[in-house]
């Protein structure tokens, strides 16, 4: 196992690994679209996309965005997003460390706090990600989406 930075010529394994993440979502949009957001988050010194690799096989992955802030002595704090395992091999720990290195990201670019959403409700869902150290009981979430 091997974590690290996804690496500007490794899309079409994230997005492919991506199928692994929501039963449905929407379309993706044209390639040279798709390319020009990839290539904005590849030159984002606040974004970092960290994959787990196994046998050089991208197996897990999530993004992290790293946000200045003015309050708590302008420490920035962090927002993790699209945490996904290839459905054959989940219950294995990848998971899990790469959790534990993006929050080693986090804390090492001062964050003084992350954060993580799921929309999964299952038990083992949230053990999960109570078990890699977030507190689902801290605070309360609400989102907001158009025409809504």
């Known amino acids: 196992m091997k974590i690290r930075p996804i690496q500007a010529g490794e899309l079409h394994e994230l997005l492919a690994l991506y199928a692994h993440l929501h039963d449905k979502d929407a379309a993706l949009p044209q390639a040279a679209v798709i390319d020009a957001v990839w290539q904005e988050l590849m030159q984002s010194t606040r974004n970092k996309y960290f994959g787990c690799y196994v046998d050089g096989m991208l197996v897990s992955s999530c993004t992290i965005a790293v946000i200045p802030n003015l309050t708590r002595g302008c420490r920035p704090y962090g927002l993790i997003e699209n945490v996904v395992t290839h459905a054959s091999h989940r219950r294995m720990g990848y998971g899990q460390a790469l959790l534990a290195h993006t929050l080693d990201f986090a804390w090492s670019a001062g964050c003084y706090k992350v954060m ?16 890699a150290g977030f507190d689902r009981h801290a605070k309360q979430a ?3 989406k158009p025409g809504v």
Do not use: V
């Not at 993580?116 to 078990?131: H, K, N």
């Open 116 to 131: 993580l959403m799921t929309g999964r409700t299952d038990a083992a869902t949230l053990q999960f990600y109570e078990s």
């Open 142 to 144: 609400f989102i907001a």
